[in-house]
């Protein structure tokens, strides 16, 4: 061991000691007690079994096969031997952690509508547990408590303000926080129209609401705020905000709380509808694209900072917050880290909410830095697409989102996934394209997929990607990193390229590891001072999800949950991943020293595109279907190997069934929502006469390129 490891090791062991006796929950007896394995949020294990001389010798543990091809997202949590991890709309699996063995499962039954206002994907991002109760969050703004022994409810609490039609604008994917008495979730649908954002939170014995924060105004014309830190927010919204949008706003993932402080934190959302210019003409929209702190006791806010003032771009300030302490001008601060979206590292007092600092961890061209006297972003024309279409840095996706961001106290470095990518952004309100589903009136675009001449039926002429690139001033890049920064400088002390955009969170430990998974289905061991990667697992699956660590026995694991989804709806299985190789059956994998070799799934056959059925409608009724797939089906069924079905392979009988499915619900209790309350019949049959030549243009694509799928083709189709 060399003198700087060691010396990292000694420091370890003070922190954790001066970690226990400041109060902040440390993992005791080997435990992971909350997604981010304590209450600091730090995705920090001070378990130091496996460690840089040791990690050659992980192996595979066991497994457990999961009824679902839908993402995973959830960090599992461990307390006393047994896991619980939390699968799509909302289920939760209870399992032996030392062997995978199933003790229960719960399913809370969602309607398949619920789907439909589900951004990406009906994701769940974990679970919170306390005094032998497992709390979870459903897909339909439902908060469940579980008896954590057998499975079965002691309560189910509505945590919508809102039932009926209007229910359906909301989502939960997020976990809920525990907070002294209190267990608080946000929800989701600041994309949608309707959504208003808020935070509530409950009593934990009963599931009574004790109260409820709302993040953005109500319609003035229903009178006064409702809510006395409103009655300011009121005058930062444009005066011509169509209040039927609801507002935005939602507390979709980052929630923490600080049991000394007795302070909730919780990043808020874009406002609804996103668009360019309020910042110039003051219009702020708070407290949309925010991180707020709420008295837990009382539920009024302590104090806001607002990251993006008029947010133009979908730059939530939803990502992970980790409470650390850390060394800033010769003191000693508690403080409050997100690496946000909007491609700036900030760093707040957590008790004042002052900026401490903003420094950008990937390149950002929104805006020319963070004014640090008055917390402000210096906007950049650069990114101003309502004077035509831009290229900006970073893109709707975030230079970082939902994934877990890691910690270490011993380093002092924050582990950040970065999403090293742009997009073209198009105001599509005076475009063929008009809404989109998801994104109101702007449409955000990778780079991979910008097509000018494809397009122009959506969006009319375009620009060049070259020249879009020559006015950002910056070569055009698509890249997943993972980064290690200093929080108090800023500095980048290392990077490590992953296989995509959409690569796992982080886990750091104290065996001086830093651990993540890929898109291409490998666990990766980084060293966490120099970022040299030690040891790499094929697992056959696509990793989204942040692993974790724990204890049973006196044996360290660390497991990960492994599937692909999420944010990645909007596109196929990316090449290379082991989605699109094996499929995408979702399963928790654990390792441990000494541990065999991972079973792999059988690779997928290569499946000839299906003789497409006979073509419908004229070339008017297509380019209709067109436009109305990109508003609202685009968003969950790309074209290509993905989640969900790609629409040009279906069978003639299920087109046949088009209308039932689409209009009268028939595929619900799958997941898959009816439209009948903005879609009519014709227009369904556009969309259909669409799918058709769609696949039509892929099958003889596919014929030309290929003289065996050519004969394959044709036998198919006999």
């Not at 946000?186 to 949608?192: K, N, Q, S």
């Not at 300011?232 to 444009?238: D, E, H, K, L």
């Not at 169509?242 to 600080?258: E, K, L, Q």
């Not at 369904?684 to 003289?707: H, V």
Request: aromatic share 10%; hydrophobic share 40%.
């Amino acid at each position: 061991m060399t003198a700087q490891r060691r010396r990292l090791a000694w420091i370890r062991i003070g922190l954790l000691a001066l970690l226990g006796a400041a109060g902040v929950a440390v993992a005791a007896h080997g435990d992971w007690l909350t997604i981010g394995g304590g209450a600091d949020g730090t995705h920090y294990s001070p378990l130091a079994a496996i460690d840089a001389h040791d990690v050659d010798r992980v192996g595979f543990a066991w497994q457990v096969r999961l009824p679902t091809t839908r993402g995973l997202e959830a960090t599992p949590v461990v307390v006393d031997g047994v896991m619980y991890a939390s699968g799509d709309w909302g289920q939760v699996y209870a399992l032996d952690a030392a062997t995978g063995r199933e003790l229960w499962t719960f399913d809370p039954r969602v309607d398949g509508q619920w789907g439909r206002s589900a951004c990406c994907d009906v994701v769940n991002r974990g679970v919170a547990v306390a005094d032998g109760v497992v709390y979870v969050a459903s897909l339909d703004g439902r908060l469940h408590a579980l008896d954590a022994a057998t499975g079965k409810p002691r309560w189910t609490a509505n945590v919508l303000p809102v039932r009926g039609r209007a229910a359906f604008e909301y989502s939960i994917t997020g976990a809920p926080v525990i907070a002294g008495p209190l267990v608080v979730i946000g929800t989701g649908g600041a994309d949608f129209h309707g959504a208003r954002g808020f935070v509530a939170a409950f009593d934990r014995r009963t599931g009574r609401l004790r109260w409820r924060f709302y993040t953005v105004p109500r319609d003035p014309a229903l009178g006064p705020q409702d809510q006395p830190h409103l009655v300011r927010a009121i005058g930062t919204w444009s005066a011509h905000t169509d209040w039927r949008d609801g507002g935005g706003g939602t507390v979709w993932d980052a929630i923490a709380y600080d049991p000394r402080l007795d302070l909730v934190y919780v990043g808020t959302a874009n406002p609804s509808p996103y668009v360019i210019g309020k910042d110039e003409r003051g219009e702020d929209a708070l407290y949309a694209a925010s991180i707020i702190a709420i008295h837990a006791s009382t539920g009024r806010m302590a104090w806001y900072y607002q990251e993006v003032p008029g947010d133009g771009w979908d730059y939530d300030a939803t990502q992970d917050l980790i409470l650390a302490r850390l060394p800033i001008r010769g003191r000693d601060r508690a403080v409050l880290i997100q690496a946000a979206k909007d491609g700036f590292l900030y760093v707040l007092d957590r008790r004042t909410g002052r900026l401490l600092s903003a420094r950008p961890f990937a390149f950002e061209n929104w805006a020319r830095g963070i004014d640090p006297k008055t917390g402000r972003p210096r906007r950049d024309l650069a990114a101003d697409y309502d004077t035509g279409p831009k290229l900006v840095f970073p893109g709707m996706t975030g230079a970082h989102s939902w994934q877990a961001t890691a910690y270490d106290p011993a380093t002092r470095l924050v582990y950040v996934p970065v999403i090293d990518a742009p997009m073209v952004y198009v105001r599509t309100a005076r475009r063929p394209a008009g809404l989109i589903q998801g994104s109101f009136e702007v449409a955000g675009i990778f780079p991979k997929d910008y097509d000018p001449a494809a397009m122009r039926t959506l969006f009319g002429p375009l620009p060049s990607l070259a020249w879009l690139a020559r006015q950002a001033g910056h070569p055009v890049t698509e890249r997943g990193v993972l980064r290690a920064i200093d929080p108090r400088t800023g500095r980048w002390v290392w990077s490590a390229d992953g296989s995509d955009l959409w690569d796992g969170g982080a886990l750091a430990t104290a065996g001086g590891l830093v651990v993540r998974g890929d898109v291409a289905g490998r666990l990766n061991f980084y060293a966490a001072d120099t970022g040299r990667l030690l040891r790499r697992i094929e697992t056959g699956n696509s990793i989204i999800a942040a692993p974790m660590t724990y204890r049973v026995h006196g044996v360290q694991y660390v497991a990960v949950m492994a599937g692909y989804g999420g944010g990645t709806l909007a596109d196929p299985f990316p090449a290379g991943s082991a989605a699109r190789k094996y499929g995408n059956v979702g399963r928790i994998l654990a390792f441990k020293l000494g541990g065999g070799a991972v079973p792999l799934p059988a690779p997928l056959p290569a499946t000839p595109f299906p003789r497409p059925p006979p073509r419908r409608g004229n070339t008017a009724e297509i380019h209709a279907g067109a436009v109305l797939y990109d508003r609202y089906c685009s968003r969950c069924h790309v074209f290509g190997r993905g989640v969900l079905p790609d629409l040009r392979r279906v069978s003639g009988a299920t087109l046949d069934s088009f209308d039932r499915i689409v209009l009268d619900g028939a595929l619900r209790p799958l997941g898959m929502a009816d439209w009948s309350d903005v879609l009519d019949r014709p227009q369904a049959d556009a969309i259909q006469a669409y799918l058709i030549d769609a696949a039509w243009q892929a099958y003889d694509a596919e014929r030309a390129a290929s003289p065996q799928a050519r004969r394959n083709g044709t036998r198919k189709s006999k």
